[in-house]
């Protein structure tokens, strides 16, 4: 049994709504898929999209505790501690152990990317 509320969810992609990501990352915009709400903070999942070209994270982790990216289109260049620079295309998926350092480099402009984390929290510490 779970120690938390959660709720049935359903984000219908016809339905679609992608926001910029203002004052954090302008030129990415996210499509919120609800999961927060429905798991009372416990989980959160979104798609993300370029918004404009020429954007980049620089080094940086998050304080999740479990965190995947797959990329459904187009292709991003990253960085991941220990990895070293890779690019990663349709149908690549990728687990970020907790605190791991990692930077969005570059990307297509089709890029667009599920992700999911917990807890539901978009923070970033910048390195």
């Known amino acids: 049994m779970s120690d938390y509320t959660s709720s049935f969810c359903l984000s219908r992609g016809k339905d679609a709504h992608f926001e910029p990501m203002h ?5 990415l915009k996210i499509r919120d898929l609800g999961l927060s709400g429905a798991t009372d903070g416990k989980y959160d999942a979104w798609v993300t999209r370029a918004n404009d070209m020429g954007g980049s994270t620089g080094r940086h982790y998050h304080n999740y505790d479990f965190q995947i990216m797959y990329v459904t289109r187009g292709w ?4 991941y501690e220990g990895q070293g620079e890779m690019l990663l295309e349709a149908g ?3 687990f970020h152990p907790p605190q791991h350092v ?6 297509s402009e089709d890029i667009e990317i599920f992700e999911l984390a917990s807890p539901a929290d978009h923070s970033s510490i910048d390195l």
């Open 23 to 27: 004052g954090y990352r302008d030129w």
């Open 92 to 94: 690549d998926f990728v």
């Open 76 to 79: 991003v260049k990253m960085y």
């Open 102 to 107: 990692h930077d969005f480099m570059d990307y």
